[in-house]
């Protein structure tokens, strides 16, 4: 025989030939579990026991074999060196997908065409729960959860940094103005309480000493504010009190969020920095996602809006999104921003590429890369460019006419 395809069912493994009969079989044992188990592992590239027995017997008289996965026909040539050849999907593959029930209870899976149809709803339910758990597995999920935790505390901690300082402010309102820090706001209301506790030597206890202690004693002493009282000044530092756990929370998150982006892409880290690496996976929804973008796209992830804004209007195409974040593009000069950008995001996606299917390490070859690359156009373009001018009565004058 010249070819035969190899196509995997839920009933087993099928070798095929040219004119769509099944000239042998390795069947799957009847169980639900153990069926789901074994598609599943085909579906990740592996090849199964079957398979390889099948493949096998028939290696003396076939001279190559015809897969439906890449991945499945390269382990097959590396495992059995036998010749392979990929179609997907195949004429074998579409015939037996076609007559599975009769295939079925030819091979002597199931007693009737009828049957198989039971056997493929529980094999598709295990499946499809075996895809999810694998799915919530994935580290990078837990990297979604953890920057989208930190930008929620933000936001929450911000309320409440507000609310204190508004409330406090009814008592020392004077003490705003100088003290600029809303961890260190939170310390003093937690710590101090009412501003008649305020002098020298507590506040140098809590780390504010000289010039800033002394002014916040004398005012403290001449403030304009109201009085509070006992059960009043509590309600106000359990607030203040929960503004510095969620503070504590987001210090941990932030400490492990740099841990994760070392474990699960550390190119990405290495390029763009833990924070902006892990907002790029979110906003693409996942690491391998991610590494499937072209860098133009990696460029204006989180300025979508603005994307089709310009895509509808006509109006000018952002030149970045959420890689503005980045401290080389948002200190450059304006002028130098979009090919500063341009550069980091072609960088961003050689290192998710790498991080999602190779595992090796060059992130700093790539930082490198990127800080030469980042000079050479400091250099060049040093100054702005010329804007072009505009001829008298080339536009709309104030009246709206030529």
Same mark, same amino acid.
């Given at each position: ?184 706001? =939170?310390?003093?209301?937690?710590? %101090? @309480?009412? !501003? ?6 507590? #506040? $140098? &206890? *809590? ?62 880290? =290495?390029?763009?920095?833990?924070? %902006? @690496?892990? !907002? ?6 996942? #690491? $391998? &996602? *991610? ?81 030469? &690359? ?29």
């Amino acid at each position: 025989m010249e070819e035969l395809s190899i196509v995997d069912s839920i009933a087993g493994i099928l070798a095929v030939d040219k004119g769509n009969r099944v000239i042998d079989k390795a069947v799957f044992p009847k169980d639900p579990v153990k069926i789901a188990e074994k598609i599943a592992r085909i579906e990740a590239g592996s090849l199964v026991e079957e398979a390889e027995q099948l493949i096998q017997r028939l290696r003396k008289h076939c001279k190559r074999f015809i897969f439906e996965s890449e991945a499945v026909a390269a382990n097959a040539r590396k495992t059995l060196k036998v010749k392979v050849k990929v179609s997907k999907p195949s004429e074998a593959g579409e015939y037996v997908r076609s007559n599975l029930g009769d295939i079925a209870a030819a091979i002597g899976f199931v007693e009737k065409p009828g049957d198989v149809f039971s056997v493929m709803r529980e094999v598709s339910t295990i499946l499809t729960k075996l895809r999810v758990k694998a799915a919530a597995s994935k580290r990078d999920q837990i990297v979604i959860q953890m920057i989208n935790s930190i930008d929620e505390l933000d936001k929450i901690m911000n309320l409440l940094a507000g609310r204190m300082r508004e409330w406090y402010g009814l008592h020392f309102p004077e003490m705003s103005r100088l003290i600029d820090s809303h961890d260190t706001y =939170a310390k003093l209301v937690t710590e %101090l @309480g009412l !501003r008649e506790n305020f002098n020298l030597e507590a #506040l $140098e &206890r *809590l780390g504010i000493a000289g010039e800033k202690a002394r002014r916040l004693v004398e005012v403290a002493g001449s403030s304009l504010g109201g009085m509070l009282n006992e059960g009043d000044m509590a309600a106000l530092q359990s607030l203040s009190h929960l503004y510095m756990e969620a503070s504590r929370l987001r210090c941990h998150f932030v400490d492990r969020m740099e841990t994760l982006m070392e474990e699960v892409s550390p190119n990405l880290k =290495a390029v763009t920095g833990a924070t %902006l @690496g892990a !907002r790029l996976i979110a906003l693409a929804g996942g #690491l $391998e &996602r *991610l590494s499937r973008f072209p860098a133009s796209t990696v460029q204006v992830l989180g300025a979508e809006k603005a994307l089709f804004r310009s895509l509808k209007t006509g109006t000018r195409p952002p030149k970045h999104g959420i890689i503005f974040q980045h401290h080389l593009i948002h200190k450059a000069p304006r002028w130098q921003r979009g090919k500063i950008s341009r550069v980091l995001a072609a960088k961003a996606a050689i290192a998710a590429r790498i991080d999602a299917f190779t595992g090796s390490y060059i992130g700093e070859k790539l930082k490198a890369d990127l800080e030469k &690359r980042i000079s050479e156009i400091g250099e060049k373009y040093k100054t702005p460019p010329k804007r072009p001018q505009r001829f008298k009565g080339s536009g709309r004058g104030k009246g709206g006419k030529s």
